[in-house]
């Protein structure tokens, strides 16, 4: 124990919201909407026995435990239950903070791999670290050192490699960004554009159709190259002093006289516009300036051709739960002539994506992948889009296990195939 204020098991400095907590009626509306509850079918990995366990700590009637810290593990951090429910749970803060407490008191979930946790968090968050590996890996595709360790099974005892491998699409060659693309036609001001760790790598040409459609809506798109991770990773983590640095340091990269940032990674754009709740002052109006590529390009008006095609659209959890951005994507895409939008029944129910929860909890995964890639495929759409690379890798993967041959593709990679034609 520490002599500092407490919330009962919690340290007051960053602990969960009580009066968010107590704003949980326990009524249940949440429950059908958590994928892990539709998985697992357990109370305790449900957001009302999670909310159940937090306020029981806070009220002090449990100390933080293994057993507690596994149940917040296994969720997703997707946020569906707070879009469900009518009483304002924040249950992302919640979690957020609570998995802080229990990461700075050393308190892990029994079974949880905290050995790829600490991997991922090490590596995929560094483009500098992650550049050498991306290049390492773009060889072994191309090499037919790809081809031979599948057909040999060697990565069949090493889950986590094997896991990583089957989720990488086949890298580009591509190039990244100009630092500056500027603005076509009528001038609407200056842009800032947010490349992504991994998103640079393994999606180059969505960043890069990005500032371009940017620069035909009348933007001078600026994107720096001193850009590092915007931490969403660490903050999803709960590793809030580590979050809080990467942040600071994020911010210092732009220049101060953008008119918006623009973020097309959901998990990105989420985390970013959350940093006046993390941070000091200066951080909110920081965040004020961040919108997602949808909101940007539906006030523009883009010369789109036509594009014959019948497309499905997956609702990113940091989008449609994190941001409350669901009509903007789909608007946007009902604008390009001859393209048939049909709804995806459950869209918005997490892929199984969730940042690296896919490598660090894949049984969960694997079946919520299983299932959102069989609801692709009965809407019988030829492409499905999504606006976050984690879901465009993990849906990506299902529709390759199940041999479904459609197109996976970010909302922006289709307005740009069309973009003056
Ligand atoms: S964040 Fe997602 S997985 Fe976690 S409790 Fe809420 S709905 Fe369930
Ligand atoms: S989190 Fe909201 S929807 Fe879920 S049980 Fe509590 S009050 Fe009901």
Redesign the pocket.
């Known amino acids: 124990m520490t002599g500092e204020p407490r919330l009962g098991a919690f340290d007051l400095k960053d602990a969960p919201s009580m009066d968010g907590l107590r704003a949980c009626v326990h009524c249940g509306i949440?429950l059908p909407?958590?994928?892990?509850?539709r998985v697992l079918g357990e109370e305790m990995d449900?957001?009302r026995g999670?909310i159940y366990l937090m306020r029981a700590a806070a009220e002090g009637r449990m100390d933080l435990t293994a057993t507690m810290a596994r149940h917040l593990d296994l969720?997703?951090?997707?946020?569906?239950?707070?879009s469900a429910c009518p009483s304002g749970v924040p249950?992302?803060h919640l979690?957020e903070a609570t998995r802080a407490q229990l990461a700075s008191r050393g308190v892990h979930g029994t079974g949880t791999d905290r050995t790829t946790l600490n991997l991922a968090l090490q590596w995929f968050p560094y483009p500098r670290r992650l550049a050498p590996m991306m290049r390492a890996l773009y060889a072994y595709q191309r090499s037919g050192l790809q081809a031979l360790v599948r057909s040999l099974g060697f990565l069949a005892s090493f889950r986590t490699l094997r896991n990583m491998e089957a989720l990488l699409p086949r890298l580009p060659a591509g190039n990244g960004v100009p630092e500056l693309t500027p603005a076509q036609g009528k001038r609407r001001g200056r842009a800032g554009l947010l490349t992504g760790c991994v998103q640079r790598f393994v999606y180059p040409e969505v960043n890069r159709d990005t500032a371009r459609l940017l620069s035909a809506a009348g933007y001078d798109v600026v994107t720096p190259r001193e850009q590092e991770c915007c931490g969403a990773l660490h903050l999803h983590a709960g590793q809030l002093t580590e979050f809080r640095q990467m942040a600071t340091k994020f911010m210092a990269a732009w220049e101060s006289d953008l008119d918006v940032i623009v973020v097309n990674a959901a998990g990105c754009g989420s985390a970013l516009k959350e940093y006046g709740h993390w941070l000091d002052d200066g951080a909110g109006s920081f965040s004020s300036k961040v919108r997602d590529i949808s909101e940007v390009l539906l006030e523009a008006d883009l010369p789109l051709g036509s594009l014959g095609e019948t497309v499905t659209y997956h609702d990113a959890c940091h989008l449609a739960h994190g941001q409350k951005i669901r009509s903007e994507p789909r608007q946007l895409l009902k604008r390009i002539p001859g393209l048939v939008l049909v709804e995806l029944p459950d869209s918005d129910l997490?892929c199984g994506s969730a940042g690296v929860y896919n490598l660090l909890e894949p049984g969960i995964a694997d079946e919520l992948g299983r299932r959102k890639v069989e609801r692709i495929r009965a809407t019988g759409a030829r492409i499905v889009v999504a606006g976050n690379p984690g879901c465009l890798m993990q849906i990506s993967r299902h529709c390759r296990a199940q041999g479904l041959e459609i197109e996976v593709a970010h909302p922006v990679s289709l307005l740009a195939r069309v973009l003056g034609r």
């Open positions: 949440c909407q958590c994928p892990t509850y449900s957001p999670r969720c997703l951090g997707c946020r569906a239950c707070e249950f992302g979690l997490c």
